[in-house]
């Protein structure tokens, strides 16, 4: 392998890329379009759900649990009924996704020093906003329920009321606001990576079918592993500012926190870019059409990312058979590094696993790309 082939190889890929807008957009432009869209756009966390309430009591009780609910960031009180048929008439409509109902004998049930009780009704026809929905009712009702206790201890005396026998003292780590884009961010980081990478190196070889310069190309010197390493440089240089790119933005933009080492960053991001540029090119080597390539690329990254690598939905809730085949994953290994190493600050130590696994897969795949090529013209 000479140095001087190999310079001119990549310096033909970079004029093709410089005179094709579109590879310049795909590869500038849709990594910050893809990561504020998504960003922005997927997100696991509910807020200001319009809430419709109907106090059969007005007690000031009542009343001040109502505002409980008003003051959470979780609920916005959209309508205030004046009858049960109002509440079911809102949730009909979908002006309301919970609704709330005091009973008329809300106040006396808690003055009796008894069990009041309310009733939370929530649309099911979205299953994951309506769990989320109630939970966080019942959260706001036993902050008002531990109020009402602590009151009742004061004016009657501590052993006036039973405590409870337990309690959970419970704190979070790595994402201590429990913010889903803290944990999305990083997975959108990936899915971007794959899809740039793949889609670009794709059209390396079957560009040159389609404008007939392959015969010049088989005409010269150069060797397969010159070709492949001659036409690959560019794009990796190029997936390697997409994802300093994409750290900016997660860091600077989103506020994702980053603990880990850009050294540690680095190192996984190019494991990975060596699996994407490696299998974009072997599809540009079996598929002399630019348009079938790129869908294949779209194919074989997408979707396996989007869905099996626990970036859209947790692995462990997948029936087995589907958790079997998220093994074969590429991207699962590099999105669970990526929250590893915002979240965790893990090393590579911590990651020796998916290391290992990607190191795998790079090896595999650039020797199947490198074999995949041949300087024939059959």
Known sequence: MKLNRLRAIAAKEVLQIRRDPRSLMLALLLPV???????????????????????????QASQALLKRFQASRYFTITQVARDQGQVVAGLD??????????????????????????????DGTDSNTAT??????????????NAVQVRWLAAHGEGSAPLP????????????????????????????MALIGAQLTSLTISREWERGTMELLVSTPVTPGEVM????????????????????????????????????????TVLFLMVVLGLGYLISVLIRSQLGASQIALLVTLLPTNLLSGLAFPIDQMPAPIRAITYLVY????????????LKGAGIAELTTPVLI?????????????????????
């Open 229 to 268: 390493l001659g036409k690959l440089l560019p794009y990796f240089a190029i997936g390697l500012f997409d994802a300093a790119l994409c750290l900016v933005f997660a860091v600077f933009w989103f506020d994702v926190p980053f603990r880990g080492a850009i050294s540690t960053l680095l190192f996984i």
């Open 358 to 378: 990607m190191v795998s897969y790079a090896a595999v795949v650039t020797w199947l790309a490198a074999r995949g090529f041949k300087k024939k013209l059959v």
């Open 33 to 59: 379009m893809q990561i504020l869209l998504l960003g922005y756009g997927v997100t696991l966390d509910v807020e200001h759900l319009p809430v419709c309430v109907y106090d059969a009591e007005g007690s």
């Open 93 to 122: 409509r979908g002006t309301c996704s919970l609704a709330v109902v005091v009973p008329a004998d809300f106040s006396r049930s808690l003055a009796a020093g008894g069990r009041a009780e309310l009733q939370a009704i929530a």
């Open 165 to 192: 026998p337990l309690t959970v003292q419970s704190r979070v780590w790595f994402n201590e606001d429990l913010d889903s884009r803290n944990f999305i961010i990083p997975g959108i980081v990936a899915l971007i």
């Open 331 to 342: 991207g699962r290994y590099y999105v669970t590094s990526l929250k590893a190493i915002f």
């Open 132 to 145: 989320l929905a109630l939970g966080y009712a019942q959260a706001v009702v036993a902050g008002y329920s």
